[in-house]
């Protein structure tokens, strides 16, 4: 499967799974929620919020892999 479909099929999953891209140069995001990432028309571009107030422009070329992520573990849980 390419890169972009695999990217659709993640990005457009439901229920939603958290993924990690993985880029060339090392950099990984982790897609904790489908808005977090914006898809051009073509699937050649991507934009990927870091937090709701920055966000970073990828070319799908630097693409290197993608996997689900491990839930987060729930803060505070177990701590009494």
Avoid: C, N
């Amino acid at each position: 499967m390419k890169t972009s479909e695999e990217l659709i099929s993640f990005h457009d999953a439901r229920p939603f799974r958290s993924f990690i891209i993985h880029l060339a140069d090392q950099r990984q995001f982790r897609v904790d929620h489908p808005e977090f990432l914006m898809r051009s028309p073509d699937t050649s571009t991507l934009i990927y919020w870091h937090d709701g107030r920055r966000f970073e422009i990828v070319d799908l070329e630097l693409v290197t892999s993608l996997e689900l992520a491990k839930p987060k573990a729930a803060a505070g849980r177990g701590k009494k």
